[in-house]
């Protein structure tokens, strides 16, 4: 470990040039770059879940190919792969950078075009700004910029410009697609219509993308590199723009974003991080992201592990949230996209099992969102499913860590309440069972309390699927509402695998109680034969988890059956 000089932890900076002068530690991806380079077409896309780096994947590239930063070369890229085989288009661009995050969605087309066309006129204007030792013309075309409303001619401008000083430009675009995220977001008919009219046919963004392929046809603009989150708008601008390639689900590039285990590591003895002090399985909440069937090596979400460490050095050990908060995003915009029955009955569906077969496309519109293969894809892309293994011609898609697994638990509670008027939860109440179950080792009140507000009153869609699966989910979302507990899923205990386990918080320490249940259910006509069954199947996996190594040095384990029968009884049968 390296306690002599430990590095910054670059927790929510995106700035290459920062993080290279500011003693930060900085993950090396540059041989990426060589690779990307190499690629014959030189118009590319790549795709990336939230928060997994693309923003300082962008601005490497832009230290590295624009030429206002040959002279920091060395400084910039001495000791990483680059500066040791740099490539033929080192620091040879004049590199003009947009990104399309924070447009104006909410207030009508007319808005939205002057947004749009603004957020066009800054970027060209900083990119003139930026490079007017090359260009002597450039501040006469700043002052002409200004004093003309926004609209997209500015770019002929600069293009023209480039090409008198014979300048080739690349043109990196950040956040391509965000706009339509936003709409996805609002759910709404009218927000699918506004989108229509800003993409397909004449749209104003069309027209943006139009005028870049325009000046690759004129060898203005040479290269050209694309980030987003997921590839709506991508089939909707194909006409538009169909010089690019979607790299996304390339073998070769599966860990240019996020970290590999053995990055990790590395992370740990550069900025001082203590093993010893880690009293989770990082792996089980952070890791497990592959982006195609044959990669070898699962990625972490680099902001999740990053959030992670900097509390841990921060405070130690002791800090109140495990998982990065900036996941409340993404469950907003999950919420938005089981609106429909059918993408509910996908999502209850892979909730329950954990998985899904399915294809991935690699593009689509957005007024596809709502069949089957199109849905799950988008999870996909938006980092709540991963790839486990192939499947005939399909993919065994599954939750890839512990920190989207409860994105999922939470959006099953927040739909089933705001799908019925009768499900009235006190949630402060719920916090003082578990608090029971914590210190005094009773679970009654718990399982009495969600049993009669919540599982008696659910509606008849989800009545459909009450079973022993869809209770388990339930009761993992509603002991999620204290966190002095990390419940665990299908607990593999070799052998076999426990229901639930809770687990106590590393941060709470004073927990007295930990638990393992097992869920059984039984229709409301079940015959006492049939009950006495499911009791004595229950009791014997009990007594197997007890016996199991992975329970032996863990004190104050309780281990419960509880058996549901139709949606408003229940039984408890405490063992050991």
């Known amino acids: 470990m390296n306690t002599q000089n430990p590095k910054r932890l670059p927790y929510g900076n995106a700035d290459f040039k920062k993080i290279r002068t500011n003693n930060f530690v900085y993950v090396d991806k540059t041989r990426f770059i060589e690779t990307l380079e190499r690629e014959s077409n030189s118009s590319q896309i790549f795709i990336r879940p939230r928060r ?8 490497t590239l832009t230290y590295y190919y624009d030429i206002n930063y040959a002279d920091e070369f060395e400084r910039l890229f001495g000791d990483l792969y680059l500066g040791r085989r740099p490539t033929p288009q080192k620091n040879s661009y004049a590199v003009m950078n947009f990104d399309f995050s924070g447009l104006n969605t909410g207030n009508g087309a007319d808005e939205f075009i002057f947004s749009f066309c603004n957020n066009i006129r800054n970027s060209v204007r900083l990119f003139l ?11 006469e075309i700043i002052r002409q910029i200004n004093a003309e409303p926004p609209n997209l001619g500015v ?7 480039a090409k008198s000083a014979k300048l080739p430009v690349f043109v990196i675009i950040d956040e391509y697609n965000h706009f339509a995220n936003d709409l996805i977001a609002m759910g709404t008919i009218k927000g699918n219509d506004f989108y229509k009219k800003m993409v397909k046919a004449n749209g104003i963004v069309r027209d943006f993308y139009e005028r870049i392929k325009s000046a690759t046809t004129f060898s203005i603009v040479n290269r050209t590199f694309i980030t987003g989150i997921s590839p709506v708008m991508l089939d909707d601008l194909i006409s538009g723009f169909n010089i690019v390639s979607n790299l996304t689900l390339d073998l070769q590039y599966n860990e240019m974003l ?21 009293t989770i399985d990082m792996e089980h909440y952070y890791n497990g992201y592959r982006f195609h069937a044959k990669a070898v090596n699962k990625v972490y979400n680099s902001s999740m592990i990053l959030y992670f460490f900097s509390q841990l050095l921060k405070t130690g050990n002791i800090f109140t949230n495990l998982i990065d908060p900036n996941l409340s995003m993404d469950s907003s915009r999950l919420k938005r996209l089981v609106q ?10 892979i909730i329950k099992e954990g998985s899904i077969i399915s294809k991935i496309l690699e593009k689509f519109s957005m007024d596809q969102l709502n069949d089957d293969s199109y849905f799950v894809s988008l999870l996909f892309y938006m980092g709540l499913l991963t790839i486990k293994e192939p499947s005939l011609n399909k993919l065994h898609l599954v939750i890839p860590n512990y920190s989207i697994q409860r994105v999922y638990w939470e959006q099953i509670r927040l739909l089933i309440e705001s799908n019925s008027r009768l499900i009235k939860m006190n949630t402060d109440l719920i916090e003082e069972m578990i608090d ?33 699966k869809y209770i388990k989910v339930l009761l993992l979302a509603y002991l999620l509402l204290n966190d002095i507990y990390i419940p665990m899923s299908e607990y593999e205990t070799v052998p076999g695998r426990a229901d639930i386990f809770l ?4 941060n709470v320490p004073q927990v007295q109680y930990e638990w393992v249940l097992e869920v059984k259910y039984c229709k409301t006509n079940a015959k006492k034969t049939e009950i006495a069954q499911k009791r004595k199947e229950g009791l014997a996996q009990l007594n197997q988890y007890a016996h199991s190594q992975r329970f032996k040095d863990r004190p104050n384990l309780k281990f419960v059956l509880i058996i549901f029968i139709g949606k408003d009884k229940y039984e408890i049968v405490k063992s050991l």
Do not use: C
């Open 340 to 349: 429909n029955d059918s993408n509910r009955e996908i999502l209850v569906k």
């Open 129 to 139: 700004d930026d490079h007017k030792n090359i260009f002597p013309e450039a501040k």
């Open 155 to 161: 770019l002929d401008w600069a293009f023209s410009v």
């Open 503 to 506: 687990q106590r918080n590393p």
């Open 258 to 278: 996020g970290f590999t285990s053995a990055e990790v590591t590395r992370l740990m003895s550069e900025t001082g991080v203590d093993a010893d002090q880690i």
């Open 436 to 468: 029971a179950m914590a210190m005094e080792g009773t679970i009654d009140g718990f399982i009495d309390y969600v049993s009669k507000n919540a599982f008696s009153k659910l509606s008849d869609f989800d009545l459909q699927r009450f079973d022993e």
């Open 52 to 59: 997994f780096g693309k923003s300082l994947l962008l601005s």
